[in-house]
């Protein structure tokens, strides 16, 4: 098959027409092999179309496939911030099983504004995706209106919305049981002796951080502690940097435990608390939420509750693409990992 340009400059890209002369075969019999159709091609005829389109360099068309399907191979993923580990983490599961069903995984950041999360839908919409997984964390148990209508629509065009945690509404959800994880840590850390302590929130609202600093104050109230006061900022290093500051401010006696709604505000905190002269630790005592792999790096280890992220993102994925799902699943295990920056007090 080789020669199959030779000695003339091609100046428009090769077609199926093209491919189909090249391989000696229908145009249907191409479009079968390239364009992913069910039906079933011989094999000497599906080599055949193969090395003929690599040779002449060919590729299949997205858009016009999207526009006969109704849906592109696009698993379209909608995160808070893409610099966040946690996301970064949910990110490559989604990633690892987009592979395997040979989809193409676009992302698009919300920087958690519902209105800039609209806009995205919309946009996103426009590419006809395979499934669209929403994993910023939402506000309320239902959707912004018009997410809401565009969900309808690419569910009416055969794509699948699946939504991380609470407030899916009618949407498939992957689970993750935060305020139960949140009250094993609290329930753990007041076995550890540990009487006071202090919360670094997001604001009030957000269902994540809601759920963890409610679940925490449950877990460490029935082992005889008390929350004295939840700083509200965000979920970014900075923010528990700055809660953290505020809070040492105010004043903070040794032996109190700061909990913080995600590792990456524990790690600011730290960062604050030696900033101020204080150790984390034998002084300050802090722990974290979802052990992204920096909280083992630091010093001393973080404290924190470990979510399967990568597992989070794959079962996202398969919910949206797999045609049965259990709805009554069960919440993906969380555990609690009592590291050096909560040692067990005297």
């Excluded at 006809?128 to 997410?147: D, K, V, Y």
């Excluded at 979802?290 to 404290?303: E, H, N, Q, S, Y």
Aim: charged fraction near 20%; hydrophobic fraction near 45%; proline fraction near 3%.
């Amino acid at each position: 098959m080789s020669g199959i340009a030779s000695g003339r400059a091609r100046t428009s890209a090769p077609t199926l027409h093209d491919v189909a002369r090249a391989a000696g075969v229908s145009l249907a019999t191409a479009s079968r092999v390239l364009n992913g159709s069910t039906r079933n091609v011989a094999e000497s005829y599906r080599e055949r179309v193969e090395a003929a389109a690599a040779e002449l360099g060919y590729t299949a068309n997205l858009s016009a496939q999207a526009t006969a399907r109704g849906t592109s191979e696009i698993i379209a993923l909608l995160v808070a911030d893409i610099a966040d580990p946690y996301f970064a983490q949910i990110a490559a599961g989604v990633a690892r099983g987009a592979d395997e069903a040979g989809l193409v995984m676009t992302i698009a950041v919300t920087e958690r504004d519902p209105e800039r999360e609209a806009r995205l839908v919309r946009a996103l919409r426009g590419q006809q995706p395979r499934g669209l997984i929403l994993a910023a964390s939402r506000t309320s148990e239902s959707m912004h209106p018009s997410i809401r209508t565009d969900v309808d629509a690419l569910a009416a065009a055969g794509a699948r919305t699946v939504a991380l945690g609470r407030g899916a509404d009618r949407l498939r959800s992957v689970l993750i049981d935060n305020a139960r994880g949140a009250r094993d840590l609290g329930r753990a850390l007041g076995t550890y002796g540990y009487r006071r302590a202090i919360v670094l929130a997001a604001g009030e609202g957000i269902l994540t951080s809601d759920d963890r600093s409610a679940g925490f104050a449950e877990g460490f109230a029935d082992a005889g502690g008390v929350v004295l006061k939840v700083y509200r900022g965000g979920f970014t290093r900075e923010s528990g940097a700055s809660l953290m500051t505020q809070a040492l401010t105010d004043g903070i006696q040794p032996g109190t435990l700061v909990f913080a709604i995600s590792d990456l505000v524990a790690i600011g905190a730290m960062s604050a608390v030696r900033d101020a002269g204080r150790d984390v630790g034998s002084d300050i005592a802090v722990c974290g939420f979802d052990d992204i792999p920096a909280g083992r790096d630091v010093t001393p280890a973080l404290t924190t509750v470990s979510v399967p992220l990568d597992q989070v993102g794959y079962s996202a994925l398969r919910a949206a693409v797999d045609e049965e799902w259990d709805a009554a699943a069960s919440p993906l295990a969380l555990s609690v990992l009592l590291r050096g920056s909560t040692p067990l007090l005297p």
